[in-house]
Structures are given as C-alpha cells and as structure tokens.
C-alpha cells in the first residue's frame, strides 16, 4: 500500500479513505477467492482477478505484492472474520446443548459467507506446505484452544462431566472441517437440511446413540 493513501490532513478524510481502501482490498480478495475456486489457483491471473474486483490490474499491486500475497490475504480475512474464539468465551451461562446447536448454526453461517474463499485456501493447502502451516496455525489452533478453555469451564462448573479436552476440542473442528468439506463435495442433505442435521448431531454428542433403556441395564 501506498504511503500518499493517508496522506491526508483531515481526520474525517482519512477515515474515509481508509474505509474505501479497505472495501477495495476486500473486493479484491473476493474476486480472488471466486476465482481460485473456479479457475484453480495457477489457472487464475492477476488480470482475471483485476476484472473481477473491476479494479486496475496495477490497482492490485497497490495492495499485494504478488498472487501467492493475495491467498495469504484471503487466509488472513478468514481469520479476521471468524468471531469463533469470542463466542466461545461469552457462552458459559447457555444450555451446553443449546450452545452447541448455536455454534453449529454460526459455524454453518460462517462457512456459507465464505464458501469460495475457504474452498480456495484448501484445495490450495494440499500443495502448499507454506499456507498449510499459515491456515493450521492461525486458524485450527486458536479454534481449538479456545474450544478447550471453553470445555474446561463446563467441566469445573459442572456442566458436563470430565473428559480430555485435548482429544474433545480437536473432534469439535474436525466436525466443522468435515462438514464444510461435505458441502464442497456437493453434499445436498447437508445444505438443504442443515437444521434437522445439526439437531441430530447435538443429540448424538449429548445423548449418545445406545438406547435409554439399555445404558440403565448396563
């Protein structure tokens, strides 16, 4: 980015120039994402990319370096984008399978408004040792730490009973990950039946799939 882009002497001025800076670096990495999803990431040009944000293919120079730049620039809006660790820590007071269901619906609303930009950054992880390492340390791991502190309250209030957070956190956003592959699969159920899904999930982990009358006799 340009050093003349805030080179201005109003504070008013600036902030809007910050705020039309930000929209056009957003619309850029939009267009990428879409067009790394259905192009592929070696297939898509800097001028495809420029014709779809309807910006200067120079323009994006201003913002990123080079194509490899802009997939680290769509890893790090997802990131920036994922409310994950802070709903997690402002929950402790709901239902734990009340909760549930509401972070899968979240979790579902996520991916939905970031579908192309995802499936863009993990179909280009399998080959890229770089980013792969980028997506699993600044998304997965904060997800997963904050899903383990979370899990280590319910215990300690007694909300659910001891289990190995360690194990349980990492199964939470295997789900997540999982379902979000399904869905790139073309998986129809999953989309058009999300809400009877996510409650049979829920029942699953919280009640488990034996039945009642059997646990008792065990």
Do not use: C
Request: glycine share 4%; hydrophobic share 40%.
């Amino acid at each position: 980015m340009t050093a003349h882009f805030f080179d201005m002497k109003s504070p008013i001025s600036i902030s809007r120039r910050e705020r039309r800076i930000a929209a056009r670096r957003i619309a850029i990495l939009e267009a990428a994402g879409r067009l790394f999803a259905e192009k592929g990431y070696h297939r898509t040009t800097t001028k495809d990319i420029a014709e779809g944000a309807d910006v200067s293919e120079g323009t994006i120079y201003n913002y990123f370096s080079n194509k490899e730049e802009l997939l680290f620039g769509i890893m790090t809006y997802l990131s920036e984008s994922d409310q994950f660790e802070g709903r997690l820590s402002s929950a402790l007071q709901e239902n734990p399978q009340s909760f549930l269901l509401a972070i899968l619906n979240e979790r579902q609303r996520f991916i939905q408004t970031n579908k192309l930009m995802l499936q863009a950054v993990l179909s280009e992880i399998l080959v890229n040792p770089e980013l792969r390492q980028r997506y699993y340390r600044d998304l997965i791991i904060p997800a997963i730490e904050s899903m383990m502190d979370h899990l280590k309250e319910r215990v300690k209030v007694n909300q659910i009973r001891p289990l190995d957070v360690t194990l349980t956190s990492r199964m939470f956003v295997a789900i997540t990950l999982g379902l979000f592959v399904l869905q790139v699969l073309g998986d129809q159920v999953i989309q058009s039946d999300w809400e009877k899904f996510a409650d049979t999930l829920a029942g699953i982990i919280f009640e488990g799939v034996i039945p009642r009358e059997k646990v008792n006799d065990t």
